[in-house]
T-cell receptor, first 117, second 114 residues
Framework: AQKVTQTQTSISVMEKTTVTMDCVYE???????LFWYKQTASGEIVFLIR??????ENATVGHYSLNFQKPKSSIGLIITATQIEDSAVYFC??????????????FGLGTTLQVQP | DMKVTQMPRYLIKRMGENVLLECGQD?????MYWYRQDPGLGLQLIYI???????SEGDIPKGYRVSRKKREHFSLILDSAKTNQTSVYFC?????????????FGHGTKLSVL
């Protein structure tokens, strides 16, 4: 069975620094997709970035990047030059990619990031 | 404008009442989802719909049913609501192609069952 674990419940960093949020996953599939989503204080949930398991290059979007370590089943989210507006809850998620998969996206419990001025 | 709209935003019901949560999207996405979010439990998948009248149970379907009669509209129904169904419910939609897959979420419906 697939599982996504975010061990960091909360992180506090100073503005303009770099932060890494951890995520480990469990899957029996050789093909899978990993995602990070952000939930703001208003409750809105938005997609940030994704990594496909067959891609060796780490994905990067704006000031978000991923540290994909496949042998360790790990997909860390790196935010560089953090801003106050980055304060939010960050969810890691995974979908297995086997034939017949129902498209279920499984989420971790989230990491709360607080960016201090 | 790509949008997933949920109605209502807040809802208070008494135990035993029927509840209808509605969700619409303007992106012609085939796949739609209902999740609930509870403290300490994260986002849990209730139902997934692959298109009109093509629905599949998620991880916690008990006590819920869904209806999708039009591609742009996906409803979650609670027949005889229970207090443990108090939660924030999120609807989402996505394109089916893995290469372009990402979820678009609505703003959520906060349901209180008293």
């Amino acid at each position: 069975a697939q599982k996504v674990t975010q061990t960091q419940t909360s992180i506090s960093v100073m503005e303009k620094t770099t932060v890494t949020m951890d995520c480990v996953y469990e899957t029996q599939d050789s093909s899978y997709f990993l995602f990070w989503y952000k939930q703001t204080a208003s409750g809105e949930i938005v997609f940030l970035i994704r990594q496909d398991s067959y891609k060796k290059e780490n994905a990067t979007v704006g000031h978000y990047s991923l540290n994909f370590q496949k042998p360790k089943s790990s997909i860390g989210l790196i935010i560089t030059a953090t801003q106050i507006e980055d304060s939010a809850v960050y969810f890691c998620a995974m979908r297995e990619g086997t034939t017949g998969n129902t498209g279920k996206l499984i989420f971790g419990l989230g990491t709360t990031l607080q960016v201090q001025p | 404008d790509m949008k997933v709209t949920q109605m209502p935003r807040y809802l208070i019901k008494r135990m035993g009442e029927n509840v209808l949560l509605e969700c619409g999207q303007d992106m012609s996405h085939e796949t739609m989802y209902w999740y609930r979010q509870d403290p300490g439990l994260g986002l849990q998948l209730i139902y997934i719909s692959y298109d009109v009248d093509s629905n599949s149970e998620g991880d916690i379907p008990k006590g819920y049913r869904v209806s999708r009669k039009k591609r742009e509209h996906f409803s979650l129904i609670l027949d005889s609501a229970k207090t443990n169904q108090t939660s924030v419910y999120f609807c989402a939609s996505s394109l089916p192609e893995p290469s372009n897959e990402r979820l678009f979420f609505g703003h959520g419906t906060k349901l209180s069952v008293l």
